[in-house]
């Protein structure tokens, strides 16, 4: 049975800044227009949706990026497609995120961290697309200690498709019998489909989990309905087949979940399940329970 498309969002009407080194469309939970909101219990396990569209930065000596901040109760899962993020935070742990790499933090019982431009691509400048994804933890991993996946480019599992139609990079969860290399706490699915002109894919996910698909570049046809570049797909949680056409090259990044359904009580970067949970992370984050950081 075809997966109904509950609606298609276009692309926000303005970015916002987070920091001075991303300009990022917000379209998880996307405050910025009520009618387009996408509230965090209806797409659960996914708590935000970062996306800096491309934009070219200019050469400069100084460092772009986001200072110190906490985080405590879910993951951060940094995708690159341009440009070059550096990162480092109090447990001691530091790299850089390369296009096509992922980072994907586990920041559990609270970390604190800071991600910037790296410092080779700040002094060229250039073309600069990413995204960033939050995604919830169940309740009994909430207090696990935090941790990093790096996974980069090589080590992203590829399908590719007949007939010259392209090629699905499968970052977590299986799609189409093929298993990305991101261990996850509840099960998810996330996947960047890089298709060719003329492409027709087809997948599925289950009809319970919560389904979404955002066109990073170009345009396609999905489900019989026309998603334009850069528009967000949210999907009803009935039917599992999800087809896709295009006419020009495109790619669109593929998310579904299955819901964890326990409350939700969020305060900028700490996600826990009750009032009193969220007030304990405060404090601790301003006790320096997380560590230090410069």
Not at 2 to 27: C, H, W
Not at 132 to 142: A, G, R, Y
């Amino acid at each position: 049975m075809t997966k109904s498309i509950e609606r298609i969002i276009p692309q926000p009407l303005a970015p916002g800044m987070v920091g001075d080194g991303f300009r990022v469309y917000n379209y998880i939970p996307g405050g910025e227009n009520p009618a387009s909101a996408v509230s965090q219990p209806r797409i659960s396990p996914f708590l935000l949706l970062d996306y800096n569209a491309e934009i070219d930065f200019a050469p400069s000596n100084r460092v772009r990026g986001v200072g110190v901040h906490p985080h405590k109760g879910f993951e951060t899962v940094t995708i690159a497609y341009k440009g070059s993020v550096a990162h480092n935070d109090s447990a001691g742990n530091s790299g850089v995120i390369h296009p096509g790499d992922v980072q994907w933090m586990t920041a559990g019982a609270g970390i604190l961290h800071k991600e910037y431009h790296e410092e080779n691509y700040s002094k060229k400048g250039g073309p600069f697309e990413m995204v960033q994804l939050w995604v919830n933890l169940p309740k009994k991993d909430k207090l696990t200690k935090p941790h990093y996946q790096a996974i980069t480019a090589d080590q992203v599992t590829k399908l590719t498709l007949d007939n010259n139609q392209g090629q699905v990079n499968v970052i977590a969860g299986t799609v189409n019998g093929t298993t990305g290399p991101a261990l996850t706490y509840t099960p998810v699915i996330v996947a960047n489909l890089n298709l060719n002109p003329g492409a027709e894919f087809a997948t599925t996910t289950p009809a319970g989990y919560n389904t979404a698909l955002l066109v990073i570049k170009g345009s396609a046809e999905v489900n019989g309905q026309s998603a334009p570049n850069h528009s967000f797909v949210l999907f009803k949680n009935e039917g599992e087949e999800i087809e896709i056409k295009t006419s020009g090259s495109a790619t669109l990044l593929l998310l579904s979940g299955e819901p964890i359904n326990e409350p939700i009580a969020a305060y900028g970067p700490f996600v826990m399940n009750t009032k009193e949970e969220l007030i304990e992370s405060i404090h601790e984050a301003q006790s320096g329970k997380f560590g230090r950081l410069a």
